[in-house]
């Protein structure tokens, strides 16, 4: 059941070379499905104009646009939030499970004395209201929740959602953000980390191929998972191990301390398929893992579900 009257105030991140986050889609998409999706952007990202074309364009009724001090990290954000929060009134409000989203959601969950519900790969409502989907212990579970009070804070994996919004023309509103006051960390200096690698970015890349400790040495890394990655259009990731051994740059992991990726094809090349590992990739809508290793967990694991013969084993 869809109420597509009620607001869902979806908070949208910056990328880190300016403008709007590649992760704006999915959350508007995701939240077209449950509700009518408000944008809350910063002026920093583009002209009020700017901001209501390319966020329209994704499914974007509305468009608030706050002014806030981007020396300062979080609170004023937060500020941005509250504020957009008492102008609409949203049944939920949708931010990215990223670094930025989650501190940000979880000052607002305390704040607004709400239910914060985290790394959630789908939306959804009942009779009763908006519900969340989960995938929890490795994969080996799927679970639903839903907040028994207000509305909810909600985070949502980045590549969890295929929906796209419609595009439509929408309004657009400077929100007036009255400051809170209180105490956030300062940036006195920023620069720009450039990513010059022709691959697709791994948070949100369709497939995945990733290598493990088992690849032996930097160079096969580079040949095997890296070559077959160029075939296949996809991005490169790795577990921990196989970052730890210098095999690769720990952008490149993916698992319960580095990425959660949830592409369309996930390609596991001598991965045993450990815990750690599995919380970061367990949402992926079809998995290959290549090992030959009988004790490893990926021979095992439910969650991975195809297993093919190579000479590889590993130990992560």
């Known amino acids: 059941m869809t109420n597509t009257n009620e607001a869902i105030l979806v908070v949208i991140d910056a990328a880190p070379a300016g403008g709007i986050a590649d992760s704006a889609a999915e959350l508007i998409g995701a939240a ?5 999706p408000v944008a809350l952007a910063t002026s920093a990202m583009g002209t009020e104009e700017e901001l209501a074309s390319a966020l329209g364009e994704l499914g974007a009724v509305k468009v608030l646009v706050a002014d806030v001090d981007d020396t300062a990290l979080t609170v004023p954000q937060a500020d941005a939030v509250v504020a957009a929060i008492a102008a609409t009134r949203p049944a939920a ?3 990215s499970h990223s670094i930025a989203g989650r501190d940000i959601a979880a000052r607002i969950a305390v704040r607004e004395r ?3 519900l985290t790394d959630v790969t789908g939306l959804a409502r009942d009779d ?7 995938s929890v212990f490795g994969g080996n579970y799927s679970t639903v929740a839903a907040a028994t009070h207000s509305a909810p804070v909600i985070t949502l ?5 295929d929906v796209r919004g ?3 023309r929408a309004s657009v509103e400077k929100l007036d953000v009255p400051a809170s006051g209180a105490r956030a960390a300062r940036v006195t200096g920023k620069t720009v980390a450039e990513n010059t690698s022709s691959r697709p970015s791994l948070h949100t890349a369709d497939k995945v191929v990733a290598g493990g400790s088992a690849l ?3 160079e096969e890394f580079e040949r095997l998972v890296g070559g077959l990655a160029d075939a296949l259009g996809a991005a490169v990731g790795a577990t921990r191990v196989a970052v730890d051994d210098g095999y690769v740059s720990a952008d490149h992991q993916v698992g319960q301390t580095g990425v959660l990726v949830s592409p369309q094809l996930y390609i596991a090349l001598g991965v045993s398929g450990a815990i750690q590992h599995l919380v970061g990739m367990q949402t992926s809508d079809t998995i290959v893992a290549i090992n030959n290793d009988p004790d490893s967990p990926s021979s095992k694991s439910p969650t991975l579900a195809l297993s093919a013969t190579s000479s590889m084993s590993c130990r992560s």
């Open 32 to 36: 077209s499905g449950i509700g009518a």
């Open 93 to 95: 409000i949708v931010l």
């Open 114 to 116: 709400r239910a914060l």
């Open 128 to 134: 009763e209201g908006i519900t969340t989907n989960h």
């Open 157 to 161: 994996r980045q590549g969890a959602v």
């Open 166 to 168: 419609e595009g439509v």
């Open 216 to 218: 032996g040495s930097e």
